[in-house]
């Protein structure tokens, strides 16, 4: 394994310049002030005009290169931003310390940490592009929008105006060979169950049970392969045994972002002395029974149980008996496949964090759909769940999908190329995750609109990784979509 970090030594060498780069500068979402400035100081040196909008995104503008003049206006578009996760023994600060890549074989990756070729590539190829002399295109524009893992804060704050181009290609797609031309919309869902405490049984034993070893990913892109979500199956495992064991809870907690599946959960409790075997006969079991059913899914999946300090208040029965059946019954996964495309998801929920609180326990899940009527029947299901709990739901950050245009002038233009550069027929998709071309159509309903990508496995979690041979054929491949963008249409 080689673990050199001589990125730029790759093809495209101006794209992994670049990406090492912006490795080097810590920049999870709403921390990416500091890339930002990077960028807009390098832009000035060489004379682009650069644009910071009231959210903080980026414009830079590129003029056309000789004898291209006349070409219509592209933007091509990345996010700024990275999702920050880590393994649960990695000592990383993902606001102060850089991401360490590696190459390993044919990939490109991190060590314990996620590593930002999700929009990290993209981002590069649009910044080299700036940077190039030699590269042939009609003007442009560079859209780098903020907090897109986050809430898509910068594509919420585009305003009308801002742009000048009548094509947008989307660099945020994560497979080679596949166009794609639609995505899912998504709303955040908010669960707060209220809960009440009571004083700490005595004549018992304190343990914490965690999971871990799950491989997590992409709420959206990985949502139908059938991994396990940490939160569930804890949950699971509760409300298989708690009564049975006497066992009283005195914290849950799991995942780390809304759009990310969870990796790692875990539940701290008391059980009578007496139960203490018991309960690790169950545990054993437990883990034989998932070890079993996820065997492809999840090889690495590990139900540790530990002895813990015994806490001073532990949930009331009713809160406790209202919480785990809240947590299991709540839907997760792919709810429903899309009738229309095959093989695509149409509406899914992620079940993505539970914390708590002295007075509550939070549940924050992401809800993603083609259609606006399958968002909105995941929102009644959890709407429902929640009054049977008595626990208060908000919905929050709700995007719109990017509707599919068969006749998308630029997507043509993409799969000729494509086709004339690798013979062979590229797939057009529609991708389950919140790209930000959806929101991009309400103040810019004309904009022509594409995505394309390398490959990258695995985003959103530690084991990302982005494939050296596709980022190459990612760049040729643009490099000429832009060198054919036909002539503004004369007024």
Not at 423 to 434: D, T
Not at 470 to 478: D, R, S
Request: proline letters at 5%; aromatic letters at 4%.
């Amino acid at each position: 394994m080689t673990t050199t970090t001589e990125l730029n030594q790759l093809f495209p060498r101006p794209l992994w310049h670049w990406f090492e780069q912006i490795c080097a500068v810590p920049h999870p979402s709403k921390h990416e002030a500091a890339l930002s400035q990077l960028i807009q100081d390098w832009a000035k040196q060489r004379g682009l005009p650069v644009v910071v909008d009231q959210v903080g995104n980026l414009i830079i503008r590129k003029p056309a290169t000789a004898g291209m003049e006349d070409r219509k206006m592209v933007v091509i578009q990345a996010h700024i931003d990275m999702v920050p996760q880590k393994n649960a023994d990695k000592v990383h600060d993902f606001v102060t310390d850089p991401i360490q890549p590696r190459i390993d074989g044919d990939w490109v990756k991190a060590t314990g940490t996620t590593l930002g070729a999700d929009n990290g590539i993209g981002m590069a190829s649009a910044l080299a592009i700036l940077g190039a002399d030699d590269i042939r295109h009609g003007p442009l524009e560079v859209l780098l929008t903020v907090d897109e893992e986050a809430g898509m804060t910068g594509a919420f704050g585009l305003q009308p105006g801002m742009l000048e181009a009548e094509i947008l290609i989307n660099t945020d797609s994560e497979q080679e060979g596949e166009i794609y031309m639609g995505c899912a919309g998504g709303v955040d869902a908010e669960i707060s169950l209220p809960v009440s405490w009571q004083t700490a049984a005595a004549d018992q034993q304190a343990y914490t049970l965690s999971l871990s070893g799950l491989k997590g990913g992409h709420s959206g892109v990985n949502i139908h392969l059938g991994r396990g979500n940490a939160n569930k199956l804890i949950a699971r495992f509760l409300a298989g045994h708690a009564a049975e064991l006497g066992l009283a809870l005195s914290e849950i907690k799991g995942g780390s972002l809304r759009n990310a599946i969870p990796r790692e959960a875990q539940c701290s409790f008391t059980v009578p002395t007496a139960q203490a075997g018991l309960l690790q006969q169950r545990v054993s079991q437990y883990q034989a029974i998932l070890q079993a059913e996820l065997a492809s899914a999840e090889p690495a999946l590990k139900l540790q149980l530990e002895t813990s300090t015994a806490p001073a208040q532990t949930l009331q029965a009713d809160s406790q008996r209202t919480l785990i059946n809240l947590i299991n019954s709540c839907p997760n996964g792919v709810i429903r496949m899309s009738d229309e495309i095959a093989g695509v998801t149409e509406s899914s929920l992620n079940v993505g964090v539970i914390s708590t609180s002295s007075d509550k326990v939070t549940v924050l899940c992401l809800i993603r759909s083609l259609i606006d009527s399958g968002r909105e029947n995941i929102e009644s299901s959890l709407q429902s769940l929640s009054d049977l709990a008595g626990a208060q739901i908000a919905f929050s950050g709700c995007y719109p999908g990017w509707k599919p245009d068969t006749s998308s002038p630029v997507m043509a233009i993409v799969r000729q190329t494509y086709e004339s550069i690798y013979h062979k027929e590229p797939v057009i998709m529609v991708i389950h995750a919140g790209l930000e071309c959806g929101l991009f159509k309400k103040h810019y309903p004309d904009l022509d609109m594409v995505s394309i990508g390398p490959t990258i496995r695995y985003p959103h979690g530690p084991d990302e990784m982005v494939n050296i041979e596709t980022v190459g054929q990612y760049w040729t491949l643009l490099l000429a979509v832009l060198e054919r963008i036909p002539a503004k249409v004369a007024n």
